[in-house]
């Protein structure tokens, strides 16, 4: 974003930004955002939860996160053992809990799906461990996106081999 005149940075500090916890910006980001689409502006409520997803399972799992070319996955662990991240946040018009596309899912390249449902407010309504065996046999394909859709219900936790991982992303 270009901002010459460091405006931005000027607000930032005002506003305190650079003393908050990421929980809390991601609070701020929300109301934000929900502004945004009442006013028609925003048409996604769905940025940065990639990246957050992605930032917080791997700080609290101590995985190692991995340059955005390694295709399938996006942290290793220090076994090798590799994890695919998947985040969505719901919200008043967008309640769907299913995570983005998994495309590939047939040449194995993670070993356990990680996926988070956050609630408007980014608290944490569910987390799963799903070891790939699972991830195989609960996907939708779909043609058009030549990928596997994925949901993380609370039917999915009745699998014995799914964990939930909620206590330990627990902010």
Same mark, same amino acid.
């Given at each position: 974003?270009?901002?010459?005149?460091?405006?931005?940075?000027?607000m930032?500090g005002?506003?305190?930004l650079? !003393?908050?916890?990421p929980?809390?910006?991601?609070?701020v980001?929300a $109301? *934000?955002?929900?502004?945004?689409?009442?006013?028609?502006i925003?048409r996604?409520?769905n940025?940065?939860? $990639?990246? /957050?997803?992605?930032?917080l399972? $791997?700080t609290?799992?101590?995985?190692r996160l991995?340059?955005?070319?390694?295709?399938?996955y996006d942290a290793? $662990?220090?076994?090798?053992?590799?994890y695919?991240i +998947?985040?969505?946040?719901?919200?008043? !018009?967008? @309640?769907s809990?299913?995570?983005?596309?998994?495309?590939?899912? +047939?040449?194995?390249?993670?070993?356990?799906? *990680?996926? *988070?449902v956050?609630?408007?407010?980014?608290?944490i309504?569910h987390a799963?461990?799903?070891?790939y065996e699972?991830v195989? !046999? +609960?996907? @939708? /394909?779909t043609?058009?996106?030549?990928?596997h859709?994925?949901?993380?219900?609370p039917?999915?936790?009745q699998?014995?081999? *799914?964990?939930?991982?909620?206590? +330990?992303?627990?902010?």
């Open positions: 974003m270009n901002d010459p005149e460091g405006n931005l940075g000027v930032a005002r506003l305190g650079a !003393e908050m916890p929980i809390d910006l991601l609070r980001f $109301a *934000v955002i929900d502004e945004l689409q009442r006013r028609n925003a996604s409520i940025n940065p939860v $990639a990246d /957050y997803t992605e930032w399972v $791997a609290k799992l101590g995985l991995v340059g955005n070319s390694s295709s399938g290793t $662990a220090a076994d090798g053992t590799r695919q +998947k985040g969505r946040r719901v919200g008043a !018009e967008t @309640t809990i299913q995570l983005s596309a998994l495309r590939n899912l +047939k040449d194995h390249n993670f070993d356990h799906l *990680v996926g *988070v956050f609630e408007p407010d980014f608290a309504r799963a461990l799903v070891p699972v195989l !046999e +609960k996907p @939708t /394909y043609a058009h996106t030549n990928s859709n994925f949901h993380i219900r039917s999915l936790f699998d014995r081999r *799914v964990q939930d991982i909620r206590d +330990k992303l627990a902010v």
